[in-house]
């Protein structure tokens, strides 16, 4: 008989606690969809605003003996911070309120972890869990429940419960030694799959690379389909595409880009995330434009892109050409909020992708970017010269065209970005007569 192991679901309570300065929790509505997302059934929400933090139980005796008691109260079993602790904080506060207690990048990596199909998806998360794991594993002892084997929620079959899928049933025996010997193996495989994507992405360097970024959820994959027809995966819940999809995507005048989606960002992402992903998000390192896409129909988009923008600044994006594209325009509710955002943003382009409205201006923007600044030119080749000539018509324009002598003067307007692929072809002689910038 074939027998179906599965996560239970967990009754959770969320625990925000900020410091003087940080931004607070918005009633933990990004905490509560993690919690979801990861299985979790929230039964209460707990905020307190802190001084200072504890060094032994985060929020002080007092909380945490009242959390003690909403825990009794509420039967929960699982207590999740919206706050980064301290392995002995973890265990000091599980001790008093007799429940397991995650934090916020705990959370995180084990949605990872469910969320992970592709080999290599599955190695760089099981390399951020150990990484995460390795200074806690003295409290791991004491409520890890069995895991279904190595791979743990990546496999199927899993059980164990929020923050516990990832590495697996290694967890239960491993010591430090063979965590080290594991994270060295991990670091070595992915480096060999990083090697092999960054001599892919290399290859593309001829073609204009566009990258598709933004907040997890905001319906970047959706864009992806709806551009390329390239049928990724969409799901309506944070984290759905952790593998980057490349795709062509064809412009007018035949010219062809490469637009590609990535992991989705959020706040205060786990760095051990940021560098376990590291070769996927090379596709925005190497980029020659960033999709910024945002869900303006989100009461928090900017604080979303504030996010992001943090996010690409951590993986060297920062000075990137970066295209803010208002998404899910449709679904808008307060047109304030989007005069608002364009008050702060006037180049970003408002689309729907479900629907398709505001795509023809995002094609036209990029057409922009990609020719680059407008030149003036005047090229003479020999008239049996066709492929220069389709060229032009294909990536310019050509404004004068005169034979004499056995050649062909042409004067056309191009895109500076288009120079290198006109000088392969080889004309008899090339000159530039103007240099004017893109509008």
């Not at 392995?87 to 972890?113: G, T, Y």
């Not at 795709?247 to 760095?271: E, M, Y």
Request: with cysteine; charged share 25%.
């Amino acid at each position: 008989m074939n027998e179906t192991l599965g996560v239970r679901k967990e009754r959770a309570i969320l625990v925000g606690a900020p410091l003087p300065g940080q931004r607070d929790n918005d009633d933990l509505k990004e905490l509560t969809a993690l919690a979801e997302t990861a299985g979790a059934i929230i039964v209460d929400r707990f905020q307190q605003k802190l001084h200072k933090i504890n060094p032994s139980l985060y929020i002080g005796k007092g909380k945490t003996e009242e959390l003690a008691e909403r825990v009794k109260r509420f039967k929960a079993d699982l207590v999740i911070f919206d706050n980064d602790l301290l392995p002995r904080q973890i265990r000091d506060i599980e001790e008093l309120i007799k429940a397991k207690v995650i934090d916020r990048s705990e959370l995180i990596l084990d949605i990872f972890a469910t969320g992970a199909k592709t080999t290599q998806a599955k190695l760089q998360v099981e390399l951020a869990q150990l990484e995460y794991t390795f200074p806690r594993l003295a409290r791991m002892w004491s409520h890890l429940d069995t895991l279904a084997g190595a791979g743990g929620a990546t496999a199927a079959g899993a059980v164990g419960g929020i923050g516990t899928r990832g590495p697996g049933e290694q967890q239960l025996e491993i010591d430090r030694r063979l965590v080290s010997k594991r994270i060295v193996e991990l670091k070595r495989d992915l480096e060999e799959l990083d090697n092999r994507k960054i001599r892919e992405i290399d290859g593309r360097k001829k073609l204009f690379q566009i990258c598709i970024v933004g907040y997890t959820n905001v319906g970047k994959s959706t864009l992806l389909n709806t551009l390329t027809d390239a049928g990724a995966f969409v799901e309506d819940r944070l984290f759905a595409t952790l593998d980057t999809r490349t795709r062509k995507w064809q412009l007018d005048g035949g010219a062809a880009v490469l637009i590609s989606d990535t992991v989705g960002f959020i706040r205060n992402l786990p760095h051990q995330l940021v560098e376990s992903f590291k070769a996927t998000l090379e596709e925005a390192i190497n980029a020659d434009l960033l999709f910024h896409v945002v869900d303006v129909s989100s009461p928090d988009a900017l604080k979303q892109i504030d996010s992001v923008n943090k996010v690409l600044a951590e993986i060297g994006c920062k000075e990137k050409q970066i295209l803010l594209v208002l998404n899910k325009i449709d679904i808008l509710n307060a047109v304030s909020s989007l005069e608002f955002i364009q008050t702060i943003y006037p180049s970003a382009i408002c689309i729907s992708a479900k629907t398709g409205y505001g795509l023809d201006r995002l094609h036209n923007a990029v057409a922009q970017k990609y020719k680059g600044s407008v030149l003036h030119i005047k090229i003479v080749i020999s008239p049996a010269d066709g492929k220069i000539q389709s060229f032009l018509r294909a990536y310019g324009m050509i404004i004068n065209e005169q034979y004499t002598e056995g050649k062909v003067v042409i004067e056309a307007h191009l895109g500076q970005n288009q120079l290198v692929d006109l000088k392969r072809l080889r004309p008899l002689s090339l000159e530039i007569i103007t240099h004017n910038n893109a509008s």
